[in-house]
T-cell receptor
Framework: DGGITQSPKYLFRKEGQNVTLSCEQN?????MYWYRQDPGQGLRLIYY???????QKGDIAEGYSVSREKKESFPLTVTSAQKNPTAFYLC???????????????FGPGTRLTVL | QKEVEQNSGPLSVPEGAIASLNCTYSDRGSQSFFWYRQYSGKSPELIMF????GDKEDGRFTAQLNKASQYVSLLIRDSQPSDSATYLCAVNMVGTGTASKLTFGTGTRLQVTL
């Protein structure tokens, strides 16, 4: 089955610790994205990558880092510098923007991070 | 001014009625528009997208776009209790410098009552 997987589903972290969230897709999509969702708020873009070995900051990149070494994988690290990391983290992917006018993004199941 | 605005709701409609969800956007150059459904605790699921003025129908769902008024809507006919969810409007805004970024509204919560 083609799709996007995220792990773990739930993650608990102590203050001051870095933690890495996994995102893998087998849709052969070029572009991948990380969003954060807080209660009662829309999705906010953290980082995105349109091709391997390249990525750009989104609207709220401070305190986060990413890598894109493989087309299928786009892990997100939440560092201790992120002041308010408790949130629902969503990974998405799409066909490369230059291949389509519409940029339909498809989402993984999400990781719920709680900082204790 | 928010870039993509939606009424947070809840919008309550009886079963079998038409639910009308609305979204306005600020960037006049926006090219494509998306509706996602999000059940509580789950990730968003793409329902429809539209890029031309007018209506686009898919089953019980109709997306409507009016670029002159910067307005996009989603109609759900014969609403079912299973349609109860938050509906997110997303816009591909040209002005962001790249065609790959979507800007999301905060969503409208729909409740379909028996």
């Amino acid at each position: 089955d083609g799709g996007i997987t995220q792990s773990p589903k739930y993650l608990f972290r102590k203050e001051g610790q870095n933690v890495t969230l996994s995102c893998e897709q087998n849709l052969n999509h070029d572009a991948m994205y990380w969003y954060r969702q807080d209660p009662g708020q829309g999705l906010r873009l953290i980082y995105y990558s349109q091709i391997v070995n390249d990525f750009q900051k989104g609207d709220i990149a401070e305190g986060y880092s990413v890598s894109r070494e493989k087309k299928e994988s786009f892990p997100l690290t939440v560092t201790s510098a992120q002041k308010n990391p408790t949130a629902f983290y969503l990974c998405a992917s799409s066909i490369a923007p230059w291949r389509t006018t519409y940029n339909e993004q498809f989402f993984g199941p999400g990781t719920r991070l709680t900082v204790l | 001014q928010k870039e993509v605005e939606q009424n947070s709701g809840p919008l309550s409609v009886p079963e079998g009625a038409i639910a009308s969800l609305n979204c306005t956007y600020s960037d006049r150059g926006s090219q494509s528009f998306f509706w996602y459904r999000q059940y509580s605790g789950k990730s968003p699921e793409l329902i429809m997208f539209i890029y031309s003025n007018g209506d686009k129908e898919d089953g019980r769902f109709t997306a409507q776009l009016n670029k002159a008024s910067q307005y996009v809507s989603l109609l759900i006919r014969d609403s079912q209790p299973s349609d109860s969810a938050t509906y997110l409007c997303a816009v591909n805004m040209v002005g962001t410098g790249t065609a790959s970024k979507l800007t999301f509204g905060t969503g409208t919560r729909l409740q379909v009552t028996l």
